[in-house]
């Protein structure tokens, strides 16, 4: 069985060098969002695995991670479409955790050149656990790129859970998000570097304090693929319910 | 007339003649295309259009006009299409059948979707080079885009004759290349421009046969694609 595996690898990695370089990796940071969409009347299948670790003032909370699986549809040179699914696991169960429509829209279509680059992203997240409520999010990003091709991008986000959906009675919910980074191209339209950092923070009924993270990441083109991979180490001295780690890999496949 | 007065006039002359020497001059010329028979042997083609002719050394603004290159019948209307570093090209779909314009050349890398019949999609093209532009639908449609660094340039006609104005004086490499339906390399001489002049210039060219395999724009080989449409001939 161990053969089986390590032949599979073998052969991931020996399609992935022989692969020839496309277009740019779509998406450079592992938390930000970016404002690159899928072109119109493509698909991309994408996958994100990322874990949340123990934080230091919890030893006794268990480590989280996620899949988060689905197909990105093109809708327009506007607009593109996610729809996934996500599972969770923890030490002692796996689960399905919901489903999300997401919507992508750039204000400026594909094809633009102005620099600054406006998104705006809507996402309908249908919880299937009764311990979280479903939520509506949204997100306004911008980014900026300079004709060194050094870009930078803020994401600021909310998230807002609506328990009375499932006839509970307790009060809306809501999560502030703010996501920053800076990414610079080590081999034009293949491989980039960046870092980022990312907070959450409780704006109504929300029972936890702020996580504040920090970490670098590294993104790859090449074939049909794009794969972006990196870890955020948690700012535990400014909020010591941080986790300590939260890497994440995302990668996708146009079909 | 004083002698101060008389010191300003020489002196205005002299600050005046070199504006007055920079005038622009133009480079007119022919273009001659030899194509190799089977036999090795070379003989003059006759329709010697399409070629691009182009001077280097110098950049200038990229005009604000938007250049066009659409799409009719499976094939690019131009299917050369020179314009200036930093200039917008829109490319349209005339045609009744869907089409997924790309490029995958270093100079521009683009991807323009697909866009159904009436629809369009603007790219900028701010690098100076040689960009393939493809269907990632119909692989028998080619087209280039020649991004040249200013507006000295210029499309042959039938007997291979051009002509390019506004070129400032001095010595400049001239450039002259042909892929409208058979390639050749890039053929190259200088030309010295006097102020207001104009200078002549023969370029020649050597045309093989075009190597039209490409890939597609995931870098794969072309397979059956739905363009959806009965009406496509």
Redesign the interface.
């Known amino acids: 069985m161990r053969a089986v595996r390590w032949l599979a690898l073998v052969a991931c990695i020996l399609g992935v060098t022989w ?6 990796g779509r998406r450079p940071f592992i938390w930000t969002f970016d404002t690159d969409i899928v ?4 698909v991309e299948l994408e996958q994100w695995l990322w874990a949340r670790s123990r934080a230091p003032a919890f030893p006794s909370r268990p480590s989280v991670y996620w899949i988060w699986w689905g197909p990105v549809i ?1 809708l327009s ?1 506007h607009l593109e479409l996610a729809i996934p699914f996500q599972v969770l696991a923890t030490r002692d169960i796996t689960e399905l955790d919901s489903f999300e429509a997401d919507f992508r829209y750039r204000l400026f ?5 102005r620099p600054f680059q406006p998104l705006i992203r809507a996402v309908w997240h249908q919880s299937i656990r009764d311990s979280s409520p479903s939520r509506v999010d949204a997100d306004l990003v911008g980014s900026y790129q300079w ?1 060194s091709g050094l870009r930078v991008a803020l994401d600021l986000g909310t998230q807002v859970g609506i328990p009375g959906l499932r006839a509970s009675d307790a009060p809306v919910q809501i999560l502030g998000t703010y996501s920053v980074g800076v990414s610079y191209p080590v081999i034009e ?1 293949e491989l980039r570097l960046s870092l980022e950092s990312f907070g959450e923070f409780g704006l109504k009924d929300v029972d936890a304090d702020p996580h504040v993270f920090v970490g670098p990441s590294v993104a790859w083109t090449f ?2 693929m794009w794969i972006t991979a990196g870890t955020f180490v948690g700012l535990t001295g400014i909020a010591d319910e941080t986790p300590r780690f939260m890497p994440r890999l995302i990668w996708a496949v ?1 079909l | 007339m004083g002698g101060g007065t008389v010191k300003l006039l020489l002196l205005a002359l002299l600050l005046a003649a070199p504006l007055a020497s920079a005038e622009p001059g133009s480079v007119r010329g022919e273009v001659r295309i030899f194509v190799t028979g089977p036999d090795g042997k070379q003989t003059p083609k006759a329709d010697r259009s399409g070629v691009v002719v182009y001077l280097t050394g110098y950049t200038e603004e990229a005009p604000t006009e938007v250049a066009k290159m659409s799409q009719r019948d499976k094939t690019f209307f131009p299917s050369v299409l020179p314009i200036v570093a930093g200039q ?1 090209v829109e490319f349209a779909n005339r045609d009744v059948v ?1 089409h ?1 314009v790309f490029s ?1 050349s270093v100079a521009r ?7 159904r019949p009436g629809e369009t ?4 093209f ?1 690098k100076t080079g040689i960009i393939d532009v493809y269907c990632d639908i119909h692989e028998q449609m080619v087209a280039t885009v020649v991004v040249v660094p200013n507006r000295a340039f210029a499309v042959t006609d039938k007997d291979g004759r051009f002509e390019l104005r506004g070129v400032p004086p001095g010595r400049h490499p001239l450039f002259a290349m042909h892929r409208r339906d058979e390639k050749s390399d890039i053929a190259r001489v200088e030309v010295v421009v006097e102020s207001g002049g104009t200078a002549t210039a023969t370029l020649e060219l050597t045309e093989t046969r075009a190597d039209d395999t490409h ?1 597609d ?4 080989k072309y397979g059956p694609r739905p363009d959806y449409s009965d009406k496509s001939p």
């Open positions: 692969a020839e370089p496309a277009l740019a072109p119109k009347g493509d093109g040179q279509p594909r094809g633009d050149d004709d339209d074939g049909r146009a | 917008k869907l997924n995958r890398r683009f991807d323009a979707g697909k866009n999609y603007v790219e900028t701010k890939l724009k995931h870098g794969k």
